[in-house]
């Protein structure tokens, strides 16, 4: 059973930065794909960002772009965000995910293994 553990969530105020980071406890697949979803209180989880296995397919969500910065360590397991200039807006549990298939796609159809999320908070 792979397991997923994010990290680097915290409190931040408007304007600074944060990264978070996941690891996947194992390989389950030779090649996967990993990403980021946030779920802000009341609302529905929405997609943020994801990566495929080379790093030659990053999607972002529209809200998030040229904001925040998707990267991963294959040898690491691990996927990284970088986020940067913070907003109030952007107040929410983070959840890492992960799946066999391609970047296409997610937020639209169930994915593979899902992380517990770290809370980011952004102050204003």
């Known amino acids: 059973q792979v397991q997923l553990e994010e990290s680097g969530g915290g409190l931040v105020q408007a304007g600074g930065s944060l990264r978070l980071s996941c690891t996947a406890s194992g390989r389950p697949f030779s090649t996967y794909t990993m990403g980021w979803f946030r779920q802000a209180p009341r609302k529905e989880r929405e997609f943020v960002a994801t990566i495929n296995w080379s790093g030659g397919s990053i999607v972002y969500a529209d809200p998030v772009k040229g904001r925040f910065t998707i990267s991963r360590d294959n040898a690491k397991n691990t996927v990284f965000l970088q986020m940067n200039n913070l907003k109030p807006e952007d107040t929410a549990v983070y959840y890492c995910?992960?799946?066999?298939?391609?970047?296409?796609?997610?937020?639209?159809?169930?994915?593979?293994?899902w992380g517990q999320g770290t809370q980011v908070t952004v102050s204003s």
């Open positions: 995910a992960l799946d066999r298939g391609s970047t296409a796609g997610w937020g639209r159809r169930p994915l593979d293994y």
